[in-house]
């Protein structure tokens, strides 16, 4: 199996909606309307490689439970709704669903936190 890349990761993302390729903290990152949803970890205790892709804390408990060759966390992590991903691991039809599924986590907490500009009387 080839090992995937950010050019993967990039080229995936670019066919979801309202995505833009940047960096956060250094590293290449996607982001939709502003935030992050997946970026190369840039934390001193991530393994290099390492992609960190955003997801409720339930999902990915199961993940690391499930796979934890491919899926794990560090302690700089625990209290951020991602996963820690082994770029090297991870297959490419997992990786699409991955970033699918941070995107639309993402989007709807940016969705949700626009304050509504409408005032009743």
Not at 20 to 36: D, F, I, S, Y
Request: with cysteine; hydrophobic share 35%.
């Amino acid at each position: 199996m080839p090992h995937s890349s950010f050019k993967t990761v990039e080229s995936i993302g670019r066919t979801l909606p309202d995505v833009e390729v940047t960096t956060t903290w250094g590293q290449p990152a996607l982001k939709v309307r502003g935030k992050m949803f997946v970026c190369i970890a840039s934390h001193k205790s991530a393994e290099p490689n390492t992609l960190v892709v955003m997801m409720d804390f339930a999902d990915r408990d199961a993940l690391v439970e499930d796979d934890p060759g491919t899926y794990y966390l560090k302690e700089h992590y625990l209290n951020y709704p991602c996963v820690l991903v082994r770029l090297s691991r991870v297959r490419v039809d997992a990786l699409r669903d991955l970033i699918a599924g941070a995107h639309r986590f993402v989007s709807a907490k940016v969705r949700r936190k626009r304050p509504s500009r409408r005032r009743e009387p």
